[in-house]
């Protein structure tokens, strides 16, 4: 069924996601096809994966994280304070998986030294920065009224 305009067809290949030809086996050269909720879960635990094992930063800041956890059961902090502790912790590792996911795009599709993929990397690095900061100062002011000293 046709609609007013007569151009669905055009409308739709336009929206049609682009197909990209490549010879390497690596890059994806269609999209994938939908699975389900278990292939997406499958693909978010593959990310992981490929995050902690290629990313030394990932390794430091769950260390970080078992050492805040830890340190949050022995001062048994209080249901608020452990909220801002997850999401500390939340914001530090989503900030330094998204430069990961940038950083692999920029260097697939630039692999050549590039001033504005350097930029791109650098502001994403930036973004990590911010978060540790932030996650830093969650962490005194939390913990800090519940140290001896």
């Known amino acids: 069924m ?28 269609a999209p994938a096809p939908s699975g389900g909720l278990l292939r997406s879960f499958a693909h978010a635990f593959a ?11 990932a ?13 949050g059961v022995l ?4 249901r608020p304070e452990w909220c801002a502790i997850l999401l500390a912790i ?12 940038l950083e692999f795009l920029a260097d697939a599709a630039v692999p050549e030294v590039h001033p504005l ?8 690095a930036a973004a990590v920065l911010i978060a540790a900061a ?5 962490g005194v002011l939390i913990f800090r009224p519940h140290l001896p000293w």
Do not use: Y
């Open 134 to 138: 932030v996650a830093v100062a969650v």
């Open 2 to 29: 046709r609609g007013r305009t007569g151009r669905e067809g055009a409308a739709t290949a336009a929206l049609a996601p682009a197909v990209r030809v490549s010879h390497d086996p690596h890059i994806m050269t």
């Open 59 to 71: 390794r430091i800041h769950a260390v970080a994280a078992a050492g805040a956890l830890a340190l």
């Open 117 to 124: 993929v350097k930029k791109a990397k650098d502001v994403a």
């Open 90 to 101: 939340a914001l530090v590792f989503a900030a330094e998986a998204l430069n990961t996911a």
């Open 47 to 57: 990310g992981l994966r490929t995050f902690f094992a290629t990313q030394r930063n």
């Open 75 to 78: 001062a048994d902090l209080t």
